[in-house]
């Protein structure tokens, strides 16, 4: 007789990509920031330490950073709500509004983990199987999206790079929850939103959450926030741990998002090399999905993705390899490919080399 909820009996878990210890490797497959963070946020860090402050706690509202973040996105600091990272935000709107044996809803392929959440909450989820192109399937949207408590979408999503358009992301509002806007790889879009939809008809169903795991290079400190009505923030905070962000994170959160000048410098030269390896790569004999994020998406005809995979690993060379099943007009139902991450031009150059190599071969 198992001791564990049933729930948790039932479900496999997320699996987070890999993080070697060791040193030597050309890391492209977890989408982190190749590039360091600001220095006020060196220095954040420091001031927090020397302050003789760390065994209190930490201000549980988050004062200084939700001020910084209202400036940023032209809201009021009540529009915000930190979180220890953006899966923890996720976390805290699944525990808000879905209770067991309703339904949320995902784009997929797309992040898997939001299924994981809906799992532990004793929820169902549905996947809403994306077009060959990886557009809305609005053919099936009405079945969908009827009685879903939540629907999340990553815009930009993953795996695949895509952005949706604004009017789509309304469109998806379902008809009795709420939508939300998984906007991690926000910085990196052509066009990056502000808050925009939120003050749009119907935007009081919409949450936003951000990471520092991406565009502000802060991967390792845990970081992210949701911005959302007033309303909607009250009711998620009722959810939330009462210390959910310890001292040191919200320091460098709250430097590193007065930091603009030093995330898009950083933004910039990860777009840069974006385009080059995306060329790059066509050049090879990729198919590239054109991507708004810090990552690429592509597959290769002649070669199983997983021999390629494998073949970049025994160098040293750390890609994403990725496989959905449930996938009908993929080849026996499979989707599968390549998820590689923009690092350095001297980590783009030895993944091109390798890759040159492997396919020579």
């Known amino acids: 007789m198992s001791l564990f909820r049933p ?28 590039y ?15 302050s ?44 808000t509004f879905v209770d067991p044996g309703q339904s949320t809803v995902y784009p997929y392929p797309s992040y898997i983990l939001y299924e994981t959440l809906a799992d532990i909450q004793d929820a169902g989820s549905t996947r809403w199987l994306l077009n060959p192109d990886w557009s809305f399937n609005w053919s099936t949207a ?13 815009n930009p999503n993953s795996p695949s790079g895509n952005r949706w358009s604004d009017s789509d992301i ?15 790889y926000g910085d990196f879009a052509d066009s990056p939103h502000r808050g925009e939809l939120l003050r749009q008809p119907r935007g009081e169903r919409i949450v936003i959450t951000r990471t520092f795991s991406k565009s502000y290079s802060l991967a390792g400190i845990r970081f992210g926030f ?15 741990d009462s210390y959910n962000c310890d001292a040191l994170s919200l320091a460098a959160a709250t430097a590193a998002m007065r930091d603009q000048n030093w995330m898009q410098a950083n933004v910039a030269k990860i777009r840069a090399t974006r385009a080059r390896l995306a060329e790059s790569l066509t050049q090879l004999g990729f198919a590239v999905t054109p991507s708004q994020t810090n990552f690429i998406w592509c597959t290769y005809p002649g070669r199983p993705h997983r021999d390629l995979y494998d073949a ?10 990725m ?25 783009i150059n030895g993944l091109l080399t390798a890759l040159r190599h492997i396919l020579s071969q």
Do not use: C
């Open 7 to 34: 729930a948790i009996e039932r479900m496999a878990g997320y699996t987070p990509g890999e993080q070697p210890q060791d040193s030597g490797w050309i890391k492209l497959n977890t989408n982190e920031n190749p």
């Open 52 to 95: 003789g402050r760390l065994h209190l706690y930490p201000d549980p509202l988050a004062k200084a950073f939700r001020q910084a973040a209202a400036e940023v996105f032209q809201v009021d600091p009540d529009w915000i709500l930190p979180g220890n990272g953006s899966d923890e935000v996720l976390t805290i709107l699944t525990r």
């Open 323 to 347: 496989k959905f099943p449930g996938v009908d007009w993929a080849p026996d139902g499979i989707l599968d490919g390549l998820r590689i991450s923009i690092g350095t031009d001297d980590e």
């Open 226 to 240: 949701a911005i959302a009505h007033p309303d909607v923030i009250a009711g998620m905070q009722k959810a939330k």
């Open 312 to 321: 970049l690993k025994s160098r040293k060379i750390l890609v994403r390899y």
């Open 170 to 184: 309304l469109r998806a509002i379902p008809p009795s929850g709420m939508l939300v806007l998984d906007e991690a």
């Open 142 to 154: 009405g079945n969908v999206l009827e009685s879903a408590k939540l629907v999340f979408i990553p």
């Open 36 to 50: 360091p963070p600001s220095p006020a946020v060196l220095k954040a860090l420091h001031a927090t330490v020397d």
